[in-house]
Structure formats: structure tokens, C-alpha cells
């Protein structure tokens, strides 16, 4: 994985995009988010998905940035 963000130009933040898509799965584990009327590979994608965007909603308030 840390490849193919290096192939792109971002191998700078792969280590920490990896680790805030980590932390986004424990955020669903704490909220309870993990279960979903979806079919398998589509309640698959909606986890990845979400797992991915929870760092990016934190890093976005203005007391992140600081």
C-alpha cells in the first residue's frame, strides 16, 4: 500500500493516511456503526468508505487545524 501511494506523488503521508483510515475503524467500532441493511460487497464498500472519511471530517474543524 505505502507503493502505490509513493507511485502517485503521496508517499509523504501514506504512513499517516493509513493509521487516520485505522482510527476511522475504531471510530465505527465505538459508535456501533459496523452493521447495514446493504448487500455483502456493498456494505463492504460503505465500511472502507466511511472508515476513510471520519479522519477527514476531525481534520477539517477549525480546532484541528490548530
Do not use: C, K
Not at 27 to 36: E, K, T
Not at 59 to 65: I, Q
Amino acid at each position: 500500500m505505502l507503493d502505490a501511494y509513493a507511485a502517485i506523488g503521496l508517499g509523504e503521508v501514506a504512513p499517516q493516511a493509513v493509521i487516520a483510515h485505522e482510527y476511522g475503524h475504531l471510530i465505527q467500532a465505538a459508535g456501533n456503526l459496523f452493521g447495514s441493511d446493504l448487500p455483502g460487497p456493498e456494505a463492504s464498500r460503505r465500511l472502507e468508505m466511511m472508515a476513510d472519511r471520519f479522519p477527514r471530517i476531525s481534520w477539517a474543524t477549525p480546532e484541528a487545524r490548530r
